[in-house]
């Protein structure tokens, strides 16, 4: 993509209410833009990153055997008064039709897919199963704050699974929870496994999931060694305590919660009256687990864990694209001519391979073009100018390194396909 | 995928409510849920297709260089207020946060993109360009009626384009145009492009797109030959005359609007004051032109032109896979082994090469197994059975033609490459 063609521009001073990093980056970057407190719009290198988590997050939920469904948002007051939580909820949205209908608008989906899979579910052969969707959620939040971390309108990945014993669900849900370790790894985020108290869900077994950061809002006894964590508000362990699942000593940490998971029991089996007819011919109540990350939550977070002071870092699995080309003007006519056939010749080549290249083939100064680049934080820039042609090189420089070096620009090209693909 | 595997199941009847072929077909296939009047969820098959739908036309919105955005769903009321749409348009979803803020639900975007690009507009060297979504949209139907055509919420593609010239809008217009042909042509639609009387939003240039079906409720003054086509309400011209455009001769059609195109000129650029800064330094309004498709009423037009009385017929561009491999169950145990190795070895081997595959692995009769197939309605059967094995062969069915054929199992592999990739 040519920044010069591109709608969105970066700003260099953040909005006054953005307080933490990710509201500021993303921002200042134009990644996302506020419509309103908590509801925000996906610009093209934002929607890019979120795709990519978006991506991710499918990849392990089709990997456990989940079937992705797209679910409405619009839901009828009877699911959610069947439930109890028409009144229950104090976030959930609710509208009236012209026609004088009542609906809640989705914050969670068990009122829907329970009733949905009712039509499909009759005995032991047709369980278990679990399907997810990934779709936009409502929240009507007193206070919506922390940029993406906490909307008013978000995107969410919520997976439901159906069993018909408790052995079923015990096995499904551990497989769920190494799929949302190897997801969050995969998206570049190191996190802790922590215990849930239950909650208003459930008292039943229940887990979330804690990335680490210095700016979050949870404070973890946790594990260095392992993903073992605990809330610090309901922690049986205390600091300096050795971990029980490995020899590591727990230590105070700040966490970002990034996802949950649920054994939900017969909660919604019993208010739907959904069952199953078991091999001996009886009646059961079909047992139930729920899955959620917020996928733009888990953007903002991957920015809180990713940054420094010039901008975000991004992981290489989420990054907008791989490469930032940067050519800088020059005043010479012929040599200026000379950079952007260089640069336009490298960014054909690779956008060719298929590797996304942001070209700041923009009239900017060479000042603006690279504080650019480190604020939106594609993990290599490379850049081509007067001075870098005089050597027969291009510049390299990783995001992540303080270290520039040349490259010949006849090896540019092969150690960008080594970079992106190592 | 494995249909024992999959959650959901066909039905032998239709809702009694579903009046439309798309209702039906769609709803015993398993490939949509009604959740309510006008609102549907999409479950797997359904969801495949309706990916496929809007990545043609994501591709053909690339290809003339829009910008893919995703806007909120929550527009606050300023903004229709701003447009006097706030009582203007009767379909709009509305509502009140706790904290006594009124939402819109978004029916369109104008509202919200017209305030987000102007945050970005300065200059006349910041135009023309063009965003697009493919989100949820939600209206506040009096009556939800036929199938996925019109929901209360429902898929769409909705892109806005930005001008400093009537001639640049005109020329990005036509491209528009153009690109909605190919796509609409890409989904095996054949569409006849219709100058629209302007309607509510504007008396500036619009047109809508009719894909022809007999099922249509539009009534067409249309060309056989070309696409030229007008509404008969607004017709200028009659059956019999020749066309305006070519030499066919005009005739009466039926068809059903799956798409629409605006030129907005100020309309919004005035209520919102988008302005930018000349050439000449002059501060001027910025021209406007949309153009929406809705992708989930485009699966339901779909199945209205391709259908017969056992099933749809989709598409291969479009459909949820492109093998329906079917392996008859034997009562012959060793017969039945055979003939779920060779199944099993054909579906593995297609899998390996990207082909998609529903394979009905299911213990139902043959009966069930080929009124599902064509049910569901995939472009190719192939099937397998103690009588196809004895001839060393599986039988060749594809689903828009009668007719069926043995194929040698060492050639079928190659034959379906083949037909997929023809």
């Not at 134009?30 to 991710?56: H, N």
């Not at 939040?141 to 069993?163: C, I, N, P, T």
């Not at 290489?316 to 010479?332: D, G």
Request: proline share 3%; charged share 25%; hydrophobic share 35%.
């Amino acid at each position: 993509m040519r920044l010069s063609r591109l709608f969105t521009k970066t700003s260099k001073s953040a909005p006054s209410d953005a307080e933490t990093p990710n509201a500021k980056l993303l921002i200042q970057g134009g990644f996302v833009d506020q419509e309103m407190a908590g509801v925000y719009t996906w610009l093209p290198l934002g929607l890019s990153v979120l795709r990519k988590v978006e991506q991710i997050v499918r990849e392990e939920m089709n990997a456990v055997g989940g079937m992705e469904i797209f679910m409405p948002s619009l839901q009828p007051k009877e699911y959610w008064t069947t439930t109890k939580r028409w009144e229950g909820v104090d976030v959930l949205f609710k509208l009236k039709s012209q026609t004088g209908k009542d609906y809640a608008l989705g914050c969670t989906h068990e009122e829907v897919v329970t009733p949905l899979v009712q039509k499909f579910i009759k005995s032991y052969k047709d369980l278990p199963f679990a399907a997810y969707q990934i779709n936009t959620k409502f929240r009507d939040e007193l206070r919506a704050k922390s940029g993406v971390l906490r909307g008013r309108e978000f995107r969410m990945k919520d997976m439901y699974s159906f069993h018909t014993t408790q052995e079923s669900l015990t096995a499904f849900y551990e497989k769920v929870l190494e799929a949302y370790v190897v997801a969050y790894n995969r998206c570049g985020l190191n996190v802790k496994v922590v215990q849930a108290s239950g909650g208003v869900f459930t008292q039943n077994m229940s887990h979330e999931f804690q990335a680490l950061t210095d700016a979050g809002e949870d404070v973890l006894i946790a594990c260095p060694n392992c993903d073992f964590g605990q809330n610090s508000e309901v922690a049986t362990y205390k600091v300096g305590d050795t971990c029980p699942k490995c020899d590591g000593t727990l230590a105070q940490m700040k966490g970002v919660e990034v996802g949950n998971i649920f054994d939900l029991g017969t909660k919604y089996s019993d208010a739907f009256d959904l069952n199953f007819t078991d091999e001996d011919g009886t009646q059961k109540k079909v047992l139930m687990g729920c899955y959620g990350i917020g996928t733009s939550r888990l953007v903002g977070a991957i920015v809180e864990v990713h940054n420094d002071e010039r901008g975000i870092i991004w992981p290489k699995s989420v990054a907008p694209a791989q490469v930032h080309l940067v050519s800088l003007n020059s005043k010479n006519q012929e040599v200026q001519d000379q950079v952007t056939e260089e640069a336009e010749d490298l960014y054909d080549n690779l956008t060719k391979q298929g590797i996304e290249v942001i070209w700041d083939d923009r009239d900017a100064s060479p000042g603006q073009k690279l504080a650019d680049a480190d604020l939106l934080g594609v993990p290599l820039r490379v850049l081509i100018s007067e001075k870098t042609l005089k050597e027969g090189a291009a510049e390299w420089k990783e995001r992540a390194s303080s270290e520039s070096k040349l490259v010949k620009l006849e090896d540019v090209r092969e150690d960008v396909v080594s970079f992106v693909t190592e």
